[in-house]
């Protein structure tokens, strides 16, 4: 309506300045030149200070218009759904392994075929909050249902996938520096791919306590964590396998260098002489030491009381352009504490240069590892490095671009053989394209 007006003004004054210039014309006070050009002027003002009315009455218009959907939102919309969030990733993945084996029996080589496959992933939730104190969370994801990955292989002539949940969770905060959150939980540890399979989604309880000294240029963050995991339950045993673990650290930024480090302990209760097949039917490395039983059953030999050392370390950050590119070295430490274990430690070094925000970002690192064949509980070691599992050693090259916002290229090789006398070598390589959303 207001554009209208204002239309309807402009014309009606148009034609008022063409009648008086037309009967200027009739006297002979002004030549037709003149007054052709008086016209043009006139008209140039006029086209100027409509544009000038016209683009302030559209950014009225639209402010109103925003200020109504506002209205219409507050008065439609539930207080639960104005207070959630949505996000996911897309990811898209060519991976190719090659694995040589050898017999150390027969002194005979064993070779497997190369393998060429087409896979995906999708991950989808949301987080709402409740009130200051509390939220929920909710997240689905594709697979095959095993702790250690969300792929899905491209097979099957075009079969319908699996959708999973993969989180479902409950968080409280009563103060700003204390969370509770129990159910299908991110993992709360700081670690890195040597103990914990980024896909995993611990199930249990957990508490964590943060505090912040300084500001941002000089600050020092001490953390705990403590939590407590069922891994099986038994209807004809009491004494359920279960995983309680603690872990404390501290976080720090001291005069433009960034430092984090932690120690944790992990106590896998009563695995020892549990059925591997029973308390991880989906991933079956056999890479821990196993005892068969007379059934058949693969059966842990050992406990795994695990120490734990997890730090990086970033002291220079220097410039390309307008970027920042950070250095950062970090590593891990493990080793199972149970006295009987013969090989028990692994350890983990590396260094990463880089970080990804913005697009044209770049991220490259490489990590060399070792782990020993009963240095960690099998079923959440990395299920990339050496085909999963324990009881190798080898190299990680990574290098992520960031082509626009929220979408990077990347591709990881793993240069992986087998550690404790196991001849087994495998070679992986993933081209990801990843979509953030």
């Keep these: 309506m207001s554009l209208a007006f204002l239309f309807c003004t402009s014309l009606s ?6 009648i008086l210039v037309k009967k200027l014309v009739e006297k002979g006070l002004i030549t037709q030149q003149e007054a052709n050009d008086m016209l043009s002027e006139t008209k140039a003002e006029e086209n100027k200070d409509y544009e000038e009315k016209k683009q302030a009455v559209v950014a009225e218009v639209k402010d109103e218009i925003a ?5 219409l939102k507050d008065t439609i919309l539930p207080s639960w759904i104005k207070n959630t969030t949505f996000s996911g990733d897309m990811r898209l993945r060519y991976a190719f392994d090659q694995t040589e084996d050898f017999d150390p029996a027969t002194r005979t080589e064993i070779n497997s075929p190369d393998r060429h496959r087409g896979r995906f992933r999708i991950r989808y939730g949301l987080e709402t909050t409740v009130n200051d104190k509390v939220k929920v969370g909710f997240r689905l994801a594709s697979g095959t249902g095993e702790q250690t990955s969300t792929n899905q292989t491209m097979q099957d002539t075009f079969a319908q996938k ?9 968080e409280i905060k009563p103060i700003p520096e204390l969370r509770f959150s129990g159910g ?16 995993i989604s611990p199930e249990g309880v957990v508490v964590q306590a943060k505090k ?11 953390f705990v964590t403590a939590g407590f995991f069922p891994i099986d339950e038994s209807s004809t045993d009491s004494n359920d396998v279960s995983l309680y673990g603690v872990q404390g650290g501290i976080s720090a930024a001291l005069f433009g260098t960034k430092l984090k480090l932690a120690g944790g302990y992990y106590d896998f209760h009563d695995i020892k002489g549990a059925a591997l097949e029973d308390v991880s039917p989906t991933v079956v490395k056999k890479t821990n030491t196993l005892i068969t039983d007379a059934d058949g059953k693969n059966r842990f030999a050992y406990d795994y009381r695990l120490f734990t050392l997890t730090g990086e370390f970033t002291p220079i950050e220097f410039s390309i352009g307008e970027r920042k590119i950070p250095v950062t070295f970090y590593g ?12 028990d430690t692994g350890s983990l070094g590396g260094i990463r240069i880089g970080s990804i925000k913005n697009p044209g970002d770049f991220q490259i690192s490489y990590d060399y590892r070792r782990l020993e064949k009963d240095a960690l509980y099998e079923p ?34 793993f240069d992986a053989d087998g550690a404790n006398q196991s001849y087994k ?9 990843v979509v953030k959303f």
Excluded at 184 to 199: A, C, G, Q, R, S
Excluded at 425 to 433: A, G, I, P, Q, S
Aim: charged share 25%; proline share 3%; glycine share 6%.
């Design 13 to 18: 004054f148009a034609g008022e300045i063409d």
């Design 67 to 71: 200020k109504s959907q506002d209205k």
């Design 162 to 170: 699996n959708i999973w949940i993969d989180r479902a969770y409950l």
């Design 184 to 199: 299908k939980i991110e993992n709360p540890f700081y670690t890195t791919d040597l103990v914990w399979d980024p896909d």
């Design 212 to 222: 912040s000294f300084g500001d941002k240029d000089m600050n020092i963050a001490p």
């Design 332 to 343: 891990d430490y493990v080793t199972n504490m149970v006295s009987s274990v013969k090989y």
């Design 380 to 413: 959440i070691a990395d299920s990339d490095f050496h085909g999963g599992g324990t009881n190798t050693k080898g190299s990680k090259y990574q290098a992520n671009y960031a082509l626009f916002k929220n979408t990077t290229l990347g591709v990881t090789f």
């Design 425 to 433: 070598k495998v070679r992986t390589l993933f081209v990801d394209m």
